[in-house]
């Protein structure tokens, strides 16, 4: 088979959804793709199946992990697609200390997953899942992991440690990782390729703003700073957590309400961030439609979003030896006109003019400048995180070009 004929299925597993998309070797656009949702809840799981314009639903009666993959399978079977799958790269979340780099999955690499977990339970546990599931159904083809916090692994280490006594952090691996790092990989590297930076020379803050939302400082194309810290809590507003927070204030707040820490953590992740603000929506574009509308909650949610971004992207310019640009991505970043435009005009200290007609022009997958060119620029750039785990995956199994070509 020729490299062109080989496809590369890349899986992320979630706690109740399982997301696939099927690419060619050649980096071509992907051929297929789809999420299965509700994963193990009501007996409503469906799988969304996307293939060119046409979409289409499937009800998942059982609705486990195993039956989603093996319904997924039984199209790839049908469309001739299965037999030319070489390998199946897959997300896992938290790699720890133990991966700075993707790795082809072994029994001991699946231990030292297992071993990492306990700093991402919920999350390491779905990717587990998902790998088992592929691992017991395609047993003869190599399999791949890709680790959200493997590219901060070059974060100094001033930047990572936390100011706590440092046995939690010998002991127990309490320290700042970071999260995003596939997409972040990804942007700065484009944004490299777009700028025409020096790939040896160059300084870039990235903002990877969706449901959940890091920036990071990249330096010469490695991570010296990042938002996120252990766990995907710390930093930024997001959908429904609050980032950073005065631990004093979430005591008290456990006090007021009479929950424990669980319950403490689970209201910072689940009810808070731009839906508690807002009291109305974790999602942004309906915040934007409320806040037209005259929404105080909304208004303040975008508003809350904003300064804390701004302050950020601030904080981690200086992690930096020099800013070329700031760079917005993920769903937030590649859509919202309106909270790039608040953001820069945040960012006056950077010289950063806004461009109006740029900024409204660089939605919807298109990548632009929109800045008027004084200083430092700004940048949309679209993420791929599919298309970073396809290439590792390739590499890995001795099909495609090598790791450094997107780093
Ligand atoms: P995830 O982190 O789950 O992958 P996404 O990167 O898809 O999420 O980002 C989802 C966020 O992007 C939501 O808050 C959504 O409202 C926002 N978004 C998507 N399109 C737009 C748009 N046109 N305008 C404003 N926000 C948008």
């Known amino acids: 088979m020729s490299i062109s004929q080989f496809l590369i299925l890349v899986i992320n597993s979630g706690s109740s959804s399982l997301k696939f998309t099927l690419l060619p070797a050649n980096g071509d656009r992907p051929l297929f793709s789809g999420i299965a949702e509700r994963l193990g809840t009501d007996g409503t799981a469906s799988l969304t199946l996307k293939r060119g314009a046409s979409t289409f639903i499937e009800p998942l009666a059982e609705g486990t992990h195993a039956q989603a ?39 001991e690499v699946i231990r030292d997953i297992e071993a990492v977990s306990a700093l991402a339970p919920l999350h390491n546990s779905s990717n587990l899942l998902g790998i088992r599931c592929c691992m017991e159904d395609l047993p003869s083809i190599p399999q791949v992991a890709v680790f959200d916090t493997a590219f901060h692994q070059t974060l100094p280490r001033g930047a990572y440690t936390y ?9 127990h691996g309490i320290r700042r990782y970071g999260f995003h790092g596939t997409s972040i990989r990804y942007v700065s590297a484009k944004a490299v ?30 991570c010296v700073d990042t938002s996120m810290g252990m766990t995907p809590l710390e930093g930024l507003v997001m959908g429904t957590r609050s980032g950073d927070l005065d631990v004093g204030a979430a005591a008290q707040i456990g006090r007021i309400a009479g929950l424990d820490l669980a319950g403490v953590e689970m209201l910072l992740n689940r009810e808070s961030g731009l839906l508690g603000v807002s009291e109305l ?21 975008l508003e809350v979003f904003v300064h804390r971004l701004a302050r950020y992207v601030g904080a981690l310019a200086t992690s930096l030896r020099r ?68 290439r590792d995956a390739a590499w890995l199994a001795g099909l495609g070009e090598s790791q450094s070509r997107i780093e």
């Open 163 to 171: 100011s706590i006594p440092q046995r939690f952090y010998r002991e």
């Open 281 to 301: 929506s974790s999602d942004c574009r309906a915040l934007e439609t409320a806040a037209e509308a005259g929404h105080p909650g909304a208004t303040l949610a």
């Open 69 to 107: 993959l093996q319904m997924i399978l039984m199209h790839l079977r049908r469309n001739g697609w299965l037999a030319h799958v070489a390998v199946v790269g897959h997300r896992v979340v938290h790699g720890g200390e133990r991966f700075a780099t993707s790795v082809r999955i072994t029994p």
């Open 193 to 222: 390729e777009l700028l025409g930076l020096d790939p040896d020379d160059h300084g870039l803050v990235i903002a990877h703003l969706g449901n959940g939302a890091s920036a990071s400082s990249v330096q010469d194309g490695k």
């Open 323 to 390: 800013l070329d640009a700031v760079v917005f991505t993920g769903g937030i970043g590649e859509n919202s006109a309106r909270v790039r435009a608040m953001t820069l005009r945040h960012l006056g200290i950077f010289n950063l003019v806004l461009d109006e007609s740029a900024n409204q022009y660089a939605v919807r997958g298109m990548s632009g400048r929109i800045d008027q060119g004084y200083g430092t620029q700004a940048w949309v750039i679209p993420t791929d995180e599919e298309a970073v785990i396809a």
